[in-house]
């Protein structure tokens, strides 16, 4: 019983750590600096996904604007999404 305690309190501890970090990393990252040296990136399954999947989207989001000067979707977009609606499939 006390090995699974001290299981649980070990998660509870990484748990703290990945929200005190995930609180800063946008700030990090805004600052430029580069994640992957903190320690806690080496030893969290979790924090380095969350990165790899921001950095995804804003790569995303990125090449988007780059690419569709008109963001706005065309008409053929907007028909299927009012079809879906009619049909109650949104």
């Not at 970090?21 to 990090?28: G, I, N, P």
């Not at 979790?46 to 065309?74: G, V």
Request: hydrophobic share 35%; glycine share 4%; aromatic share 6%.
């Amino acid at each position: 019983m006390e090995q699974r305690d001290a299981a649980l309190h070990d998660q509870d501890l990484f748990d703290e750590e990945c929200v005190e970090f995930q609180s800063k990393m946008a700030e990090r990252i805004g600052a430029g600096e580069n994640l992957q040296t903190y320690d806690h990136m080496k030893t969290c399954p979790r924090c380095p996904a969350l990165l790899r999947d921001l950095e995804y989207m804003a790569a995303s989001i990125k090449f988007a604007l780059q690419t569709d000067p008109d963001p706005e979707p065309d008409d053929l977009v907007w028909r299927n999404i009012e079809d879906k609606i009619k049909r109650g499939e949104a």
